[in-house]
């Protein structure tokens, strides 16, 4: 019964940064994988990064690797998606979720989403 709140998007400019919170509270965390997704208007959910519980392993997609960086803070039940040299194709609503069983990396997570963060980055 975790609950996770993405925050910190916003309006930023081509070649910006943003960094991107996600809080978890109500149940357990220290113990699943946490992953970063998004989703573009018109496309499918994109899983973008994903950390292991004790942060020593982390993935990339393609699109985001050598400029997206996944942290996370177990003692504060938090994770930091730090987005670096934004493009306008990464416009889009972001989401963080927990995966139901796996403490390596995200591959099931849970049903619920909550609202996301928009991030929209102009040209």
């Known amino acids: 019964q975790v609950q996770l709140v993405a925050s910190g998007g916003g309006l930023v400019q081509a070649g910006g940064s943003l960094r991107l919170s996600c809080a978890a509270s109500g149940g357990t965390f220290d113990s699943h994988a946490v992953g970063w997704f998004r989703q573009a208007p018109g496309k499918e959910r994109e899983t973008i990064a994903s950390i292991s519980w004790d942060g020593l392993y982390a993935v990339y997609a393609d699109s985001v690797k050598g400029r997206f960086t996944i942290y996370r803070d177990n003692a504060e039940k938090t994770s930091y998606l730090y987005m670096g040299s934004l493009k306008p194709e990464d416009t889009a609503v972001y989401y963080c979720?927990?995966?139901?069983?796996?403490?390596?990396?995200?591959?099931?997570?849970?049903?619920?989403w909550g609202q996301g963060t928009q991030v929209t980055v102009s040209s």
């Open positions: 979720n927990i995966d139901k069983f796996s403490g390596v990396r995200i591959s099931q997570p849970y049903d619920y």
